[in-house]
């Protein structure tokens, strides 16, 4: 059983950075990894994923051009660079595992659906 544990967030200024970090308990060296968030009173939404290779990265239109996936196998770990954050990017941040072959299920995201294994969240909170 793959744990995640998402580490990095907390409360910024509009306009202003935060890099998330999930860590997994084993190697990720087999699975591609998504971000998703959930903002209060919202619906879960994704932000971006990162394939087994990490050569392959999808972003929500939302954060495009504004966050980064990135990867770190030799630390179990991947990260979510976050720039020019503004509120409306307040929400709990999650990271998801899942197989290789479901990241490529669908060309433009990656769907919660997909997820194999999630972590507990970190939130994020951007003041106005």
């Known amino acids: 059983q793959l744990q995640l544990v998402e580490s990095g967030g907390g409360l910024v200024q509009d306009g202003g950075s935060l890099k998330l970090s999930c860590t997994a308990s084993?190697?990720?060296?087999?699975?591609?990894i998504g971000w998703f968030r959930q903002a209060p009173g919202k619906e879960r939404e994704w932000v971006s994923c990162?394939?087994?290779?990490?050569?392959?990265?999808k972003y929500a239109d939302s954060v495009e051009g504004r966050f980064t996936i990135s990867r770190d196998d030799a630390k179990n770990s991947v990260y979510l660079q976050m720039n020019s954050l503004s509120p409306e990017d307040s929400a709990v941040y999650y990271c998801?595992?899942?197989?290789?072959?479901?990241?490529?299920?669908?060309?433009?995201?990656?769907?919660?659906?997909?997820?194999?294994?999630w972590g507990k969240g970190t939130p994020v909170t951007v003041s106005s």
């Open positions: 998801a595992a899942t197989q290789p072959r479901k990241y490529h299920n669908h060309p433009d995201n990656c769907r919660d659906h997909d997820m194999d294994y």
């Open positions: 084993g190697s990720l060296d087999y699975y591609a």
């Open positions: 990162i394939s087994r290779s990490g050569v392959s990265t």
